[in-house]
């Protein structure tokens, strides 16, 4: 009732201005419907940042090179790494690996791909300052013939493989980039590569477009519509309302509000999927009371988690307890679990001094952490713990946490497909601070057993490093892990051909009506 | 008039400078990880290192702002951090987008407001004027990103007569163009009231009137134009404020203009982004001043004198 | 000296006379009223600590009902409570900020006015440059150097205001500083300061009243924009802005969490721009009939 006589008051105001003012607009005719099914339009939250492959590392300009570009690698759905451009490879020692690409694979503007592309492409990736630190372990690339190459590495590394297939290692043609940038232009102009799709159009700010590439060379993985348009959409209910209008087919970053709007509404499907990211509460250790494992695991045991996912994400996923997201590779279920018990919690504050109860203050950077922080701050006060919340913009954010300014932090976490580019960053002394380890934990043991895992050729080996790994954090509980969204895609339910990645990095290509 | 133009737009010049001075230390005074927001949460510190050395985001305030001064005496507003292309282009390209916006936007308000504000002054202290302006002033009154969104839910959700976002065709650009005007309609409103009361009261328009002269006539004829002047003044000042109101407004409607563009630059600490922006923002202001300047000497001759 | 107080006195007087003429003033002045009422009283409408900070999940996003006459907000807290105590907040960022662009503002326009040439010039073009940026702008980045919390909002709220009072105020004392009083107090020796303090700002109080007003809507208004990105005030606090764009989230399914805080805004500003447009009729002797 109260929405109507909404609608009808700003009907009342519409038509007001439509006499007067914006009717003399009315010469060209809207046409934001796609005439054809064949073009698929998908909403996102922002537009791309770089079309070229080595100035980015962000998921929705990956959207773009991943379909334009081919990688030698690339992970399936099942987390299993495949030829995409390489046909085979093999260790011939701890650093000598020997590729041979698939044969015939042509280029957008129709040159073949050789040797040389490779060298080039991931010897001048080196220099990028966003996804150089991928091949950090390779030291050189040597051509054998047009198909064969070796790829040597300065150190033993088990994570040459998963940097291959990420999107900062596409490969480009050696000749047309050179061309480009002798001509004075940028890799970005015209992007060219062997992908299922061919660039476009890109309108700054507002969408990206690509075309189906008519020669693409995996049978297989044809493009199955003739076009993808990206429509970036800021405002989350805006996102929502564009898909229920048909203007969009489908939407990625669902707004977790929305979700159920979207189940019940019979014309659209919501895919769900476990995905790798997680949210936690952490606290720098290097800070009293912080630096009393009492303290914390007494943190742990007061925070009742149901309801921040209930309050922040409205109840769309679930409570998480680990320190990686389940999906992931390199998670393992062999933690200290630590239940609500506000009891159990006030006992550990007393053996730890602190019954009395102190002041701190956390640091957030955006609205979902501040509604988790809200609830926690309410579970702590319960406790006397008074906790001041200071919500700030990422990048002051970054900076503040970075040098330790921080008593405690919201954080939260997206694993890829390489288990140490997670367990690096966050839980090694190294990387304490500005690297990703806002806790400052640090902890011989737990360094020594993650750079073991990163080399070490053995994958039980490795297995078992990672999960004491996990066992030795939880149980000094450096965190206290708040939850793990659920990965939502939505979409006309006549659009067929979605497979969701856990790691956020869908594919495309396989849409159609 | 042509020597006065030229000063005007000379003046420019330390308008430009001291906005670039001004918001170049403010920005680095900001505490703020640029290589690390572009780069993201998961990035290893060696990349975020390397980014900021890259981008010699790790050279003295001083160094970079002569660095970036020398650019800009080349009329070089340098590369973004964060996309490293040219902060023109990436601000051209977005540019006619917003000035469409603000453009309809204006024209929406001035074409309500005045109206509003005429019938307002003739008919003082009555029922009418009272209604009239409260509806002007819930303009100014109403936050808009709210009315926004309100907006969208009426006539994009329920009635699906535009779409919520996006900027192609005149569809698209209805809601927002509302959103944006309302919030200046209450100021011209207001205007053309208080300075429709003032010349009315004046003498001539009662020797006007007492001469038998029909009274829509003088309304329109003789006091609307004198009436004018303020009125255009802010109309000029409210350009300025309506470029900055469209940073909201595009937001909740996606709209791919400079607004959303210096926000997402602010939020990332891209320096030359923004200082690009309001370079260009500014020097735009400044011109809508001077334009508004010269219309000045077309409505009153009597200041166009003051110009030789 | 006694009868020069009395004229003043009735000068007040026909004044308010004037705005009590005004229908539409005093509506805003009563609206005013009694939300100042309502901050002083927030304690014994509503209790701070279990009404409005504690939460209860299992009643969150509620309607509107006899319990919670606004309904409850995401974390199951009562709006209606939370926006009585906000227009503390409200009130509090509204009066602070335009002081210190008051009194920044005021003083330079009125240094610059009543000095002119040199002077005058340095500081107009500082003022125009600040004008040329963007209010919000100069917000964001002042808050984000400063940090998140009350005193910094008020602060950059209150500086991005500055340069508009520069201007008013400029211009009022160069319509004054020519006239016979202050040319007399000039003559007995009164120095520059007293005489810009004690004769020319009291006479030219008039457009400085009713900017003030003005500003105090728009510094409610910029401290909801800053909310709007994050910036604003501190949770658990309330504050209108602050709950309008947590509760955008909820927009579709409870459309009460932005509506009451949102109608709080617009009933607030509306009111201040009534009283603010009637102070300013009443006070232009030009406008007496």
Redesign the interface.
């Known amino acids: 009732m109260k929405k109507n006589l909404l609608c009808v008051f700003l009907a009342g105001i519409m038509s007001a201005s439509l006499l007067t003012g914006c009717g003399s607009s009315s010469n060209t005719t809207g046409g934001s419907t796609t005439d054809s099914k064949s073009a698929i339009t998908i909403g996102v939250k922002s537009d791309l940042t770089s079309l070229n492959p080595h100035n980015h590392n962000d998921t929705i300009s990956a959207y773009a090179t991943r379909h334009i570009y081919s990688n030698l690698i690339r992970l399936t759905e099942d987390n299993e790494f495949v030829g995409d451009l390489a046909d085979t490879w093999e260790y011939t020692d701890d650093t000598t690996v020997a590729f041979t690409l698939k044969e015939g694979v042509k280029f957008q503007n129709g040159s073949v791909l050789t040797s040389e592309d490779v060298k080039y492409s991931l010897e001048s990736q080196k220099e990028s300052a966003k996804v150089g630190h991928l091949v950090s372990m390779i030291d050189s690339v040597e051509v054998v013939d047009d198909t064969h190459f070796i790829i040597h590495l300065n150190t033993p590394s088990n994570a040459l493989i998963s940097s291959l297939s990420h999107s900062g290692c596409a490969i480009l043609n050696k000749a047309y980039v050179e061309e480009q940038l002798a001509a004075g232009k940028k890799i970005e102009d015209a992007p060219i590569g062997t992908g299922p799709y061919k660039f476009a159009e890109w309108v700054p700010g507002a969408s990206f477009t690509l075309e189906k590439n008519e020669d693409y060379f995996d049978a297989d993985r044809k493009a199955q519509n003739d076009k993808l348009i990206f429509k970036a959409i800021p405002e989350e209910s805006a996102r929502t309302i564009a898909l229920e209008n048909g203007e969009l087919d489908m939407l990625i970053d669902v707004s977790t509000n929305d979700a159920g709007k979207i189940r019940d509404n019979s014309s659209l499907a919501l895919d769900e999927y476990a995905s790798t990211r997680i949210e936690y509460f952490t606290m720098n250790e290097e800070k009293a009371p912080f630096d009393d494992v009492r303290v914390r695991q007494a943190i742990n045991h007061a925070i009742k988690k149901d309801d921040i996912v209930v309050a922040t994400i409205n109840n769309e996923g679930s409570a998480f307890d680990n320190y990686i997201g389940e999906a992931a590779i390199g998670y393992y279920d062999t933690i200290t679990k630590y239940d609500y018990n506000p009891e159990k919690a006030k006992e550990l504050l007393a053996e730890a001094g602190v019954d009395n109860g102190f002041t701190f203050t956390c640091f957030v950077s955006n609205d979902e952490r501040a509604r988790s922080a809200t609830i926690v701050q309410a579970n702590l006060a319960e406790l006397g713990i008074t906790m001041n919340i200071e919500q700030m913009e990422a990048s002051t954010f970054y900076e503040r946490t970075g040098n330790g300014e921080h008593d405690a932090c919201m954080a939260g976490w997206v694993a890829n497909a390489e288990p140490d580019n997670t367990y690096r960053p966050l839980f090694t002394s190294a990387n304490a601070g500005a690297g990703g380890n806002r806790s400052f934990y640090k902890n011989p043991e737990v360094d020594a057993l993650v750079d073991d895992a990163a080399t070490n050729r053995d994958k039980d080996a490795v297995a078992k490093d990672y999960q004491t790994v996990l066992e030795t954090i939880s149980a000094d509980a450096i965190w206290t892990p708040l939850y793990s969204p659920r990965g939502m895609v939505a979409r006309n339910k006549d659009l067929q051909g979605f497979t969701p990645s856990p790691i956020m990095m869908h594919n495309f290509y396989n849409l159609h009506y | 008039m042509h020597k006065y133009v030229i000063k005007r737009l000379l003046m420019l010049i330390p308008v430009v400078i001291g906005v670039s001075f001004l918001v170049f230390f403010i920005m680095s005074l900001s505490p703020g990880d640029t290589a690390r927001t572009i780069l993201g949460e998961n990035a290893p510190m060696e990349a975020v290192e390397a980014l900021n050395e890259e981008l010699g985001l790790n050279d003295p305030v001083l160094i970079r702002y002569a660095r970036y001064m020398v650019g800009l005496l080349h009329g070089d507003l340098g590369d973004s951090y964060k996309s490293g292309r040219p902060v023109f282009n990436e601000v051209m390209s977005r540019f006619p987008d917003t000035l469409k916006l603000a453009f309809w936007g204006m024209l929406f308000a001035i074409v309500l407001s005045i109206p509003i504000g005429i019938i307002s002054a003739t008919k003082q202290y009555s029922l009418t004027d009272s209604i009239s302006m409260v509806f002007a002033l819930l303009g100014v009154a109403t936050p808009n990103f709210w009315l926004g969104l309100m907006l969208i839910i009426a006539f994009s959700l329920h009635l699906r007569w535009f779409p919520s976002g996006g900027s192609e065709g005149w569809k698209a650009l209805v809601l927002p163009v509302i959103t944006l005007g309302t919030g200046c309609m209450a100021n011209i409103t207001r205007t053309t009231r208080s300075s429709m009361l003032e010349v009315i009261r004046q003498d001539y328009i009662r020797t006007a009137k007492a001469k038998g002269v029909n009274s829509k006539t003088v309304i329109y004829r003789h006091a609307l134009k004198n009436a004018l002047i303020p009125v255009v003044t802010i109309i000029g000042l409210q350009f300025g404020s309506l470029l900055g109101g469209a940073v909201l407004t595009e937001a909740v409607f996606s709209w791919p203009g400079v607004g959303t563009y210096l926000i997402n630059s602010i939020k990332a600490k891209d320096t030359p982004a923004v200082l690009g922006c309001v370079i260009i923002f500014s020097i735009c202001f400044s011109i809508v001043n001077l334009c508004v300047d010269i219309l000045y000497a077309y409505i009153d001759p009597r200041i166009k004198s003051k110009y030789k | 000296m006694k009868n020069e107080r009395n004229k003043k006195r009735s000068m007040a007087a026909e004044i308010w006379q004037r705005l009590c003429?005004?229908?539409?003033a005093m509506l805003g002045l009563a609206i005013l009223v009694l939300l100042i009422l309502a901050a002083i009283f927030a304690d014994v409408i509503a209790d701070y600590d279990t009404k409005v900070?504690?939460?209860n999940?299992s009643e969150?996003l509620k309607g509107p009902s006899a319990a919670h006459w606004f309904g409850t907000d995401?974390?199951g807290r009562d709006i209606f409570a939370r926006i009585v105590h906000g227009s503390r907040v409200s009130l509090v960022v509204g009066l602070v900020s335009v002081s210190v662009s008051m009194i920044v503002g005021g003083s330079l326009g009125a240094f610059a006015g009543f000095y002119g040439g040199r002077v005058d010039n340095v500081i107009m073009?500082?003022m125009?440059?600040?004008?040329?940026?963007?209010?919000?702008?100069?917000a964001?980045?002042?808050v984000?150097?400063l940090?998140?919390?009350l005193i910094n909002v008020m602060l950059a709220i209150g500086i991005s205001g500055t340069p508009s009072f520069a201007r008013i105020v400029r211009a009022a004392v160069m319509g004054v500083k020519d006239q016979e009083f202050v040319e007399s107090s000039r003559a007995i020796g009164a120095s520059s300061i007293t005489i810009i303090f004690r004769e020319i700002l009291p006479n030219c109080m008039a457009p400085i009243i009713v900017q003030a007003t003005l500003s105090v809507?728009s510094a409610i208004?910029s401290t909801?924009?800053l909310s709007?990105?994050?910036?604003g005030v501190?949770?658990?606090a309330p504050e209108w802005?602050a709950m309008?764009?947590?509760g955008?989230?909820?927009?579709?399914?409870a459309?009460h969490l932005?509506?009451f805080p949102?109608l709080a805004?617009?009933?607030?500003?509306?009111a201040l721009?009534?009283l603010g447009?009637g102070l300013?009729?009443a006070l232009?002797p030009?406008?007496k009939q």
């Open positions: 003429r005004n229908k539409m900070v504690a939460q999940i969150r995401e974390f073009r500082v125009d440059v600040f004008l040329a940026v963007p209010s919000i702008l100069l964001i980045t002042i984000a150097a940090g998140t919390n809507a208004l909801a924009s709007f990105i994050g910036l501190q949770p658990p802005g309008l764009s947590s955008r989230n909820y927009l579709r399914d459309l932005t509506l949102g805004i617009v009933v607030t500003i509306l721009n009534l447009d300013r009729d232009d030009r406008l």
